[in-house]
């Protein structure tokens, strides 16, 4: 507690902010606004055919185009949309108005609203949100406000839900290239629920707390789509004197705080560049062509880079910028790295810095004096240098200037993505968007919340105390609240309702066998509901015991065939009765003993898999 | 004036005025712009938008207080552009601007549809038109296609002549789209001698979105008129449902096929003329009229009688229709018959054949048209006998034109002959509206 405390203060005191947005594929029949299946399909499937396009930034109510949105036009992209039997239609690839709005995920997103402790909305009035990198062939994302002003209780904190929101999904990347972008549009429609937090979330771990909690109300609907993927966190973090920046992509749960401690660590870096480089006055040059300088270069890049059509590389000087371009800001992420992520928007492959090892580029020393007569470099000073085709370094020259001059500013505010999950780092994706454009889907009409459809949000809202009282009583606290954190609940209660063993049994095999074996490589995830039912029955039976129930699982996640069969191929059926009793005397016999003790022994050291213990024990005692 | 209207107007508060909403029952304190209402709202309810960009409905109980927070700001308005200076080595083209999706801007603030309100307008909203050529734009009237009528089809052939007598290469008309094809085939009824590419385009998705193929169907109508060769009325839209190219087919064998897709103009029994690619190629797709050298004054002739029908037959028609038509005075009906050109003559039950009011109505001098339903395809006077039964009582059969374009022409010659020259001319190649032959690759295409 007084750790957390201290925490809570030092968060405080960095004018930490932070707020969640949780993104959840509803698990619906149908798509939000057309009757396309909303189950994405199996990987592998073969479009049924593509359309390309093209999509630019209109002009904005201001006459002014949004910061992201300019950016996406720069690049000029074509965007190939693979259209999916049964799964993309018409309405999906901008062809077709889209048709009403699907009343099953409507239900669902008020249930969600109503366990957040949410006010509902009289009427929901659609809006269509400008998208611009593709990702939706209409160029806007439908989306709707369901509910707000909710809370939720985390860690003994009252954190604010502002806003629910009801919205399609977008399509997932195929293949993305600097001019083309190939999107696969059987994940574009789903139903999706976004749940905004406010950003007074007061440290990195009462976050992940958060999102947990958060996680664990859509998973009570019995409702969301389950999966790599089917579930987005977003974090915004900011500290006093940094920028907002948005996290996407982190994947697992248990990470969020480390991430999160990492971009405040990367901010507090930055700034402390920012300090020193406004001490040094450091500023950004102009930048040079100095392709002549390495025309007969040794170093194998830029030999390889100058060799294409129309290849040339340019150098800036970065007055003042010495030491610090090769300064660490993350683990292995150096401002050298951040100003490269930058100028591969334009679609270079990176950058070389000053601070880098020039022998390991094989540089020459007079190349590189060349180079700083070239530049006006100084003690002090450092440069970069960057090699491709001619446009495409001119316009990553530009990025690089870009990033380079905030440097003295100190963070930008940018939409990140997870990289690392080893080291909990995050790289550069574009910059954060401004407001959103948003205006009415006039395509479709309000849908006003009647009193019969409140009244079925409050009898199916998820209520996490109630789950975990009923849990509590056939399972424990301690197994309840480790169920309840997983993400298996919906299957534990499907199983539970059609196999008749011990409710207790089913959750540890679901929990700690599961876990183990995922461990040790066996894809268990992959063995039907059908199945395990199928093996709990058996159990239940008397068929198999107790020991052999992780054994016919491995035999089942190791390939597709019958339980039955996988309890006879590997010798796993259960010796009792008569057959126990042949098996005991024939030892007997055979170690011409009846001592107990050596018998259960010898006879456990042979068959552990296909004996009970206790009916061992009662028959040698028969004996 | 309701309740909600009535309350606002106590209040001082109109439409984008930023407001708060206060219930007490309901423990609510809501702030917003205030947002126009729609036909789709219940009558109860206000529509804010939020300061998160979302808009919420409010059910209105009498016990809400309102308050004006602030006047709402001006709607938005294009940023003037300066008048560029015309480029010597392009050519002069006309853009005629007469509504439709393609003109239409959405207000983002309430999500209102409105038309642009001046020409310059579409060139800010895709500017890559004044690199193609130096364009002068004219706006005739604001109005969506199905709303257009005859006179509209006139006033536009008068434009047309107008901007090509003064020297233009050539001319793009935008148009709405439901009726885009009866308009491509009534100016090149009109355009009598044209002798420059006259093209109409217009947008399946309006220009406010990112994702409207207007952008490319303007840019390969206006590099149509600038540089082909072409000296036929047509209309460019996308050729498929990507962005790839767009299809120029000639006026009078263009039909909107779809009611939603941007490929949705198909050439029926012809294939378009050419295709111009995303970066402007042209390509020449088979025979057209080419510009001639000696150019003459093109006078165009508008004439259209009103009274033509198009008609269609199916089981169970009642054949009185005929007699309605006649009855008020028609001078031209168009079938579209069935198959090869058939109606109803020979049905067991009485008053089910169409032949008696056909024949009474050719009788009066009414010029009686045959097309087909099937849209593909010629029709055909000698295979059956109830065709012959039709033929014989002197229903023109209108060979492989589209009931569409049968009616348009029609409409055209009734206007400028007598019914003697327009019974004559009917079933006669004009334009390129009949062709002989029907071609194998002409189908679905």
Known sequence: MEKSQNQSDYYKQIGFLCGLEIHQRLATREKLFCSCSATPVEKGTEP?????????????????????????SSRRRAFTYRIFDSHTCLVDIDEEPPHALNAEALAIALAVAKGLNCSIVDEIEPMRKEVVDGSDPSAFQRTMLVGSDGFIEAEGEHISVPSIFLEEESSGIEESSN??????????????????????????????EVALQIGLTLRLTGRVQRGIGTIRQDVNVSIRDGARVELKGIQELDLIDKFIENEVLRQQNLIKIRDELVNRKASTGKPVEVTHIFKNTESPLLKGN????????????????????????????????????????AGVKGLIHSD???????????????????LGIKEGDAFIIIAGRGEIVQSAMHYAIMRAEHAMKGVPEETRMAYDT????????????????????TDIRPVEITAAMLKNAEDSKPDIAKAKSALKKSLGEQLAMHLLRSTRLAQFERISGMASA?????????????????????????????????????????TITKQAVPEVLKALARSDMAVEQAIKSNNLERIRGSKLMALVSGAAKELNSKDSKTLLQYIMSKHRLNVDGSELNEAIERL | MTDIEAMLKKAGISVGDTISIESGSRNMKLTGELMPRTENNKSDIIVIKLKNGYNTGIRYT???????????KKEFTFPERAEKHAVEKKPYIQLLYTGGTIGSKVDYKTGGVYMLLKPSELLYEVPELEGIANIEVKQLFNIASEDMSYLEWQEISK????????????????????????????????????????????????????????FLNLACAAELAAYSDIAEVGICMHASSSDSKCAFIRGTHARKMHTSRRDAFRAINDKPIAYVSKDLKIEYASGYKKIANQSKELKPLTGFERKVALVKAYPNSDPGIIDYYVGKGYKGIIIEGTGLGHTPVSVQHEGFSWLPQIKEAVEKGVVVGMTSQCIYGRVNSNVYRNLRLLSNAGAIYCEDMTPETAYVKLGWLLGNYDSEKAKELLGKNLVGEICNRSNYDEFMI
């Open chain 1, 48 to 72: 049924v055919a593509e359309v390309t396009r093209y999509q630019r930034a209109v002009a904005g109510e201001l006459g002014a185009i949004d910061r992201s949105t300019q950016f996406e």
């Open chain 1, 179 to 208: 001019e083309h972008v190939s999107y696969d549009t059987d994940r574009l429609g789903i139903p999706l629920i976004e749940i905004d937090t406010d950003k007074y979330i007061p440290t990195p771990k009462a976050a992940k």
């Open chain 1, 306 to 345: 100058i060799k294409m059509k129309d290849g040339i590389i340019m150098a800036l000087p970065l007055h003042g910028f010495k030491g610090l371009l090769g300064y660490e800001v993350n683990p292995s992420m150096r401002l050298g790295t951040e100003i490269s992520d930058y100028a591969k928007m």
């Open chain 1, 356 to 374: 880098e090892d020039m022998n390991s580029y094989n540089i020459s020393r007079s190349e590189l004096k060349m180079l700083a007569e070239s």
């Open chain 1, 422 to 441: 080893k080291l909990c780092t995050s790289r550069f994706m574009r910059p954060l968007p401004g407001g959103s454009r948003m205006y009415p889907e």
């Open chain 1, 502 to 542: 011990d409710r207790r049994f089913i959750a540890n095999m679901l929990l700690q066998q599961f876990t183990e074996l995922r461990r040790n490589g066996y894809d268990v995830d992959a063995i039907s509901d059908d199945k395990l039912v199928e093996l709990l029955n058996y159990y239940e039976k008397g």
């Open chain 2, 62 to 72: 009498s016990d809400m207080r309102f308050e004006k927070i602030a006047q709402g």
């Open chain 2, 159 to 214: 434009h047309v002549a107008e901007a090509l007598n003064s020297g233009k290469h050539g001319v793009v008309v935008t148009t709405g789209t439901d009726t885009m094809h009866y308009i491509s085939a009534a100016l090149s009824f009109m355009l009598q001698g044209l002798n420059a590419p006259v093209v109409i385009t217009g947008a399946q998705r309006s220009s406010d979105r990112g994702s409207s193929d207007a």
